[in-house]
């Protein structure tokens, strides 16, 4: 498997993740009032998600364009 390939399986597992806690936070969000404590964690887990995604989008799209 090349580079390119291993980082765009890397991203698509990011991309699952980072939707699956966008979920997590909007579930949060309707249960309020109930369980508000967890809406720090929840937030901090949504936004490394979302910054490990986006640094590896940038990485492949970085590797794509050194390649062609």
Do not use: C, F, G
Not at 44 to 62: F, G, S, V
């Amino acid at each position: 498997m090349s580079d390119i390939d291993a980082l765009k399986d890397e991203v698509k597992k990011l991309n699952a993740r980072a939707t699956q806690k966008k979920m997590d936070l909007h579930d949060l969000s309707e249960e309020l009032p109930q369980n508000w404590q967890s809406i720090l964690q929840v937030a901090q887990e949504t936004h490394d998600a979302y910054k490990a995604l986006t640094e590896k989008r940038a990485a492949l799209k970085a590797l794509e364009a050194a390649s062609a």
